[in-house]
Each structure stands twice: as structure tokens, then as C-alpha cells.
């Protein structure tokens, strides 16, 4: 049981702060965990082995914190580019190998034979102009067609999603003759720091942690097999940036979100209503909770804890919840108040301008027994 100690100590160190080192900072998923308070969760609740799940997995803080304190880990998530980003973070590959293969893409970016498919449509490319885009297809389609094994293609697919964010975005366009610039110089510093990013993981893990594409209301996991959760779920009614990137260029009156990602990763985009929307009912979000409530509720040990980590535009929202979790009969030991940070709720488009994009005043961990 925890006890009244542990809860204070949690309550002590709510407010979210970002921790740097190892693979934390490569790629900024929407939404996502701080991982301070993440790390602190797992070493109250946690002992070295146990078993670890996070069926919203999202850009994989959750697995990265349990892999480097050796717990076993389980994550689940419905969208490729958040499974992307999860196996980059929590994969060691040797610096050597990493740089040779930087080496071999720069050199073939200048080659007319390698063969170039297209990963943008015909807007993305009016928005992006010819030497930008016809740069992003030809680095995409050398990471697509050489034979680089998986772990290599992914860090070099995630990289380039990278690049394509930042010439997305709107103080990109306000840049001197941007449209003239090379991207192969940006690409080339994100490359880098993610190798030494990468490279620095520990090159073997006890537990590596297992990474599965697919909705969590069937998880693979056996009843009672899980030892903690920690989990959170996407907001209700926010429109959250997980699958695509924004370009916009204001020159041309354009806005619009590429669906490069999904190209680049051969995936359908997935509707908002399977991510965050209510959809037109207004049930689909509820539904598809309880769906995965009950199953974090099916794999838990008895008396386990599960920590859910969410926030609400409307009060009523968050009484929702609540009754939720008691009609899945999950015990609610605590509820914690952390105060919002602006790195987390606001989707992409708060990193390049000062202005405010809160949601919410806070969030809260909801901390469960079943
Ligand atoms: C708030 S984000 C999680 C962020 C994560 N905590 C992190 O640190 O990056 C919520 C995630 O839930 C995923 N998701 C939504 N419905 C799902 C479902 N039914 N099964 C699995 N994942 C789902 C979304 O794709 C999204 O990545």
C-alpha cells in the first residue's frame, strides 16, 4: 500500500519539469510526459524487474524511464508515428554505424540515379517550393530504397520528419530567400545530435522494452500480469497535432497539415475520432476510455496502482472521469494536482511563438488501486 509518505513525496515533485540526457529531448511528441515525474512514479511504485505498462504510450517517455531503471515494459499506442518515435528513443545504435550511414545518405543526395519516389503532395510542394521539397523526397526515398535495417531507417526517417516540422514553420518562412536554402545543413546538425542522443543509451538493456502498433482495448498481456501503469490518455476536445505536421506559409495564405508522415511510414492517417474527438454522437471519446480502462483493469495485479495523468477544458469533464473509473471499479486513492506546463497540452504550434497556448490551468494524476 502507499503510503501517507510516498504521497507527499509525489506531491513534492508534481510539478513537471523536463529532464535532458540519453534520448529525451530528440523529438517532441505532442502532449507528452515530462519525464521527471514519470521516473519519480516508477521508483515509488516500482521495483527493479517488475512489470511496466503504458497503453497510451505516445513518444515513449514512459518506456525510456522504465528501460533505464531496469523494469520490464509494455506500451501500446494506435499511431505509427508515435511507435516511431518510441523505438528511436529506446533503441542503442553504435556511433560508428550511425555515422557511416549519415555519410552514405549525404553522399547519394548528390547522385541523379537514385531513384526518387514522392512522399508530398502537390500542395505540400507549393507551400515548401521545388528545391525544399525535391530535397525531403530524395532523402526519404535513399533511407526508403538502400538497405539500412530497421532501427537505422527509423532514426533516419525521424530525423527527417524533424527537418520537415522546422522548414514548416511559419518563422522558417521569415528567414532571408528561404526557399533557396539547402535543408541537407539542418538535416545533417539533427543528425548529429541525435547520434550522440542515441549512442548514448546503454548498449544493453535487461528489458528491452516491447513497443506494439494497435489499440489497447486487447492488449496482449495475460490477466493480473501487470505490476504498474502509468498512462496518459489524449485530451478530450483538443486538437492535438499527433499524426501530422503543420505548414504554413503566410505568403501564399496557406495553413495545412502534410500528411508526409503517413506517406513516409506507408500508414493511413487515423480518424480524430479514434484519437481525441468525441465524434458525432459526443460518446466516442468515453467509450473508447472505458474500452481502455477496463482493460488496464483486467491486466493489473490485485491491489496494484495504476497513475493516470490527464486534464479537462470543462469541470463536468473531469466528474466524468471519476465516475468512470468507479464504474470500471478501480479504487481512487488520490487525485494530485500538477500545475500545466507549456511544453506539454499545447500541440506543435506553441514552439516557435511566445504566445500563450495552455489549455488548461492544471492537470491532475489520478492515482488508482484495483
Ligand atoms: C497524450 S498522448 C501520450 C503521450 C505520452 N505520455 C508521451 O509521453 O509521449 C496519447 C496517445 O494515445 C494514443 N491513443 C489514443 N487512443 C488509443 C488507443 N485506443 N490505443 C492505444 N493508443 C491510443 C494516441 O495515439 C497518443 O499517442
Not at 28 to 47: D, G, H
Not at 108 to 117: A, N, W
Not at 220 to 247: G, R
Request: proline content about 5%; aromatic content about 10%.
Amino acid at each position: 500500500m502507499i503510503n501517507e509518505k510516498e504521497l507527499d513525496n509525489i506531491r513534492k515533485f508534481a510539478t513537471p519539469s523536463r529532464e535532458t540526457g540519453y534520448t529525451r529531448s530528440i523529438y517532441s511528441y505532442p502532449a507528452k510526459f515530462l519525464s521527471r515525474l514519470p521516473r519519480e512514479l516508477i521508483k515509488t511504485f516500482t521495483q527493479e524487474g517488475d512489470q511496466i505498462c503504458d497503453p497510451f504510450v505516445g513518444g515513449g517517455t514512459t518506456g525510456l524511464e522504465a528501460m533505464l531503471l531496469n523494469r520490464q515494459f509494455f506500451g501500446y499506442d494506435i499511431n505509427p508515428f508515435a511507435l516511431l518515435i518510441s523505438r528511436v528513443k529506446t533503441a542503442y545504435v553504435s556511433k560508428v554505424n550511425l555515422q557511416k550511414t549519415l555519410e552514405i545518405i549525404l553522399r547519394d543526395i548528390d547522385l541523379s540515379r537514385v531513384p526518387t519516389s514522392n512522399f508530398l503532395d502537390s500542395i505540400d510542394k507549393l507551400c515548401l517550393g521545388p528545391l525544399l521539397s525535391n530535397e525531403i523526397n530524395k532523402i526519404a526515398s535513399i533511407v526508403k530504397t538502400s538497405n539500412f535495417n530497421t532501427n537505422l531507417q527509423d532514426f533516419f526517417n525521424l530525423a527527417l520528419i524533424h527537418v520537415v516540422k522546422i522548414v514548416g514553420r511559419r518563422d522558417f518562412e521569415e528567414r532571408k530567400n528561404w526557399q533557396y536554402q539547402s535543408i541537407i545543413p539542418m538535416f545533417n546538425r539533427k543528425c548529429n545530435k541525435m547520434i550522440d542522443a542515441v549512442s548514448s543509451l546503454p548498449h544493453s538493456v535487461q528489458y528491452p522494452p516491447k513497443l506494439f502498433l494497435g489499440s489497447n482495448h486487447n492488449m496482449d498481456i495475460p490477466d493480473h500480469h501487470i505490476d504498474f501503469i502509468l498512462t496518459s490518455p489524449p485530451y478530450l476536445e483538443v486538437d492535438v497535432e499527433y499524426q501530422h505536421i503543420q505548414i504554413q506559409r503566410r505568403s501564399i495564405k496557406k495553413s495545412k497539415r502534410t500528411n508526409f508522415i503517413s506517406h513516409l511510414l506507408e500508414t493511413k492517417p487515423l480518424p480524430k475520432k479514434d484519437l481525441c474527438w468525441s465524434g458525432k454522437g459526443g460518446n466516442s471519446y468515453w467509450m473508447n476510455l472505458e474500452n481502455s480502462l477496463n482493460e488496464c483493469y483486467r491486466i493489473l495485479k490485485p491491489n496494484h496502482y495504476m497513475c493516470l495523468w490527464t486534464g479537462f477544458k470543462k469541470k463536468e469533464d473531469q466528474a466524468k472521469l471519476i465516475s468512470l473509473i468507479e464504474r470500471v471499479t478501480f479504487n481512487m486513492v488520490e487525485t494530485i494536482s500538477i500545475p500545466q506546463s507549456n511544453n506539454r497540452a499545447a500541440s506543435s504550434r506553441s514552439t516557435h511563438h511566445t504566445r500563450d497556448t495552455r489549455m488548461f490551468k492544471q492537470d491532475s494524476i489520478f492515482i488508482l488501486r484495483n
